[in-house]
């Protein structure tokens, strides 16, 4: 998922990239994203491939995946191991379909919803 390039122009002119938007949408940081990408690219890896492909703290990782997991863009699977101890887990990309249509129809209910506001708005400061 390599789209770190690709900018969507906006009628004001400026520049934007799909990070803008998920940081928008869904309050994305840089480092969830890094992780979304490292997760998407691999199919299925753990928490500590992850620290160790990302060079991140194991804390920030920690954070990110659950943030993910709850917006439903990854998923968790807890390892079966004979071992006591922590358990461990195993993160799964959702199928990319899948993610793709998520998103899609988060962005058109974001833009609904602006598209809604925007006759009150503007008819309530034109004072009609």
């Known amino acids: 998922m390599e789209v770190e390039s690709e900018k969507v122009v906006l009628p004001s002119g400026k520049e934007v990239k799909l990070l803008d ?4 949408c869904y309050d994305i940081s840089d480092t969830e994203y890094k992780v979304l990408q490292a997760v998407l690219d691999k199919k299925t890896i753990t928490e500590d491939e992850l620290v160790e492909s ?6 920030s990782i920690n954070r990110s995946l659950n943030k993910l997991v709850s917006l439903g863009f990854i998923s968790r699977e807890k390892l079966q191991s004979s071992k006591g101890g922590r358990p461990k ?5 959702v199928e990319n ?19 809604n506001i925007l006759p009150k708005v ?7």
């Open 21 to 24: 938007a998920l940081s928008f």
């Open 89 to 93: 887990y195993v993160y799964r990309s």
């Open 97 to 115: 379909q899948i993610l793709i249509e998520r998103i899609r129809e988060d962005f058109e209910k974001c833009s609904q919803m602006f598209i």
């Open 54 to 59: 990302l060079k991140l703290s194991k804390a």
């Open 122 to 128: 503007l008819l309530s400061s034109l004072g009609s």
